[in-house]
Structures are given as structure tokens and as C-alpha cells.
């Protein structure tokens, strides 16, 4: 079993910051990648951020220069700074792991439970 636990989620007024972290713990045998996914209501799940166990980052364009994703290989842990919250940032973030775990030789996706982040005055 694998599981991803995110924290940092909560309510903040535009232009603010939060930070945003998960943790990835049980079956691990080697991590790819770690990033951030989210979803508004009525959109679909959409990315964020992701970051490779090599430190390559990919952004989604309404992000850059706002958000930073960071990673602690060492404790399996990814993290993503915002800054300059916008209302339409206004979502679930959910922690995406794709990973091998250790009974396998193949790479799997697995998700957190999300956690919302709400922008707004």
C-alpha cells in the first residue's frame, strides 16, 4: 500500500500565500515524479505543478513566476509555495505520486484525498 497525505490547504485573501505539502509513505520502491493537480467545481482536474525525482519542474502557464514545487527526496515529500493567490486559484489541490512500488517493476499514479484552498476577500 501507498499512501500520499496533504496538508496546507485553508481560506486566504487574494494576493496571499499558502504552502502546500504532501508526504509519500508504505510500499515505496522508487518515485518518478511528485506534482499537483486541481480541480474547481464544474471544471475538470486540471495540473499545476510536477517535479521529477531529478528536480525538472513543469508549470501549468496561469501558475508561473507564482507557484514553486519543490521536493525532500529524502522524506518523500513534495511541497508547493503559492504566492499571489488569485480567487480563480480556488480549487481542490490534490498531491499526484507516480511511482514503483517496492513489489512491483512497473510505475504507478496515486492520488491524495485533496485539500481545498479557497481565494477570496
Known amino acids: 500500500q501507498v499512501q500520499l497525505v496533504e496538508s496546507g490547504g485553508g481560506l486566504v485573501q487574494p494576493g496571499r500565500s499558502l504552502r502546500l505539502s504532501c508526504v509519500a509513505s508504505g510500499n515505496i520502491g522508487a518515485i518518478n515524479r511528485m506534482g499537483w493537480y486541481r480541480q474547481a467545481p464544474g471544471k475538470q482536474r486540471e495540473l499545476v505543478a510536477v517535479i521529477t525525482w531529478g528536480s525538472d519542474t513543469t508549470y501549468a502557464d496561469s501558475v508561473k513566476g507564482r507557484f514553486t514545487i519543490s521536493r525532500d527526496n529524502a522524506k518523500n515529500t513534495v511541497s508547493l509555495q503559492m504566492n499571489s493567490l488569485k480567487p480563480e486559484d480556488t480549487a481542490v489541490y490534490y498531491c499526484?505520486?507516480?511511482?514503483?512500488?517496492?513489489?512491483?517493476?512497473?510505475?504507478?499514479?496515486?492520488w491524495g484525498q485533496g485539500t481545498q484552498v479557497t481565494v477570496s476577500p
Open positions: 499526484n505520486a507516480n511511482l514503483r512500488p517496492s513489489f512491483s517493476i512497473s510505475l504507478y499514479d496515486y
